[in-house]
């Protein structure tokens, strides 16, 4: 069961313009969003998470937005640059639970 | 990645074989987890051990997996008999506590390729 849906596989942005990946899910349990930074050949880096009490969380040219009533979050960068050129996960967790359920990720390409 | 070894990096495995994946967690980090990711896939759940003893095992497969966080030592996650479809890039992270509300540090994965 996909309780967690990046619905786009890739995105290609222009190097200074804004990134936009999207992530879904379904179950209303969760209350703790991470997403996660991949690069080929490594594993997972964290990258910024929010809190289900929250609706935005910034930190630097990273903001995470979480939209409770539509079960959607999204990740802005900007300006993008060339070196977050990644995959991005979004994952998910609820209280008491142990694991965290991952999207299938999105290929973000930052053109110079 | 925080420090979180695993090897090998690469593993061969012929059908039937046995396939034995290690994973040193961050210094200090006494829970651990264990993630596979299929091709086009995301990481998917296995197993949450701490010292000793296994958390929770619900995204295990029931027959030829198991894993075990001895007292000293690494982690190990051990597949038995392996087949073709257990080709895949797996991960093990580490974490100070209890996830969700504790960052995981991931290890760089091991990709298995079974023949």
Redesign the interface.
Known sequence: DQQ?K?NS?SLSVQEGRISILNCDYTNSMFD?F?W?KKYP??????LI?ISSIKDKNEDGRFTVFLNKSAKHLSLHIVPSQPGDSAVY?C?A???G?????????TRLTVKP | NAGVMQNPRHLVRRRGQEARLRCSPVKGHSHVYWYRQLPEEGLKFMVYLQKENIIDESGMPKERFSAEFPKEGPSILRIQQVVRGDSAAYFCASSPGQTGRDTQYFGPGTRLTVL
């Open positions: 967690v990046q596989p703790y991470l996660y050949a490594e594993g997972p880096t964290f998470s996960f994952a967790s609820a209280l639970n142990n694991d965290m359920r991952f999207g299938a990720g």
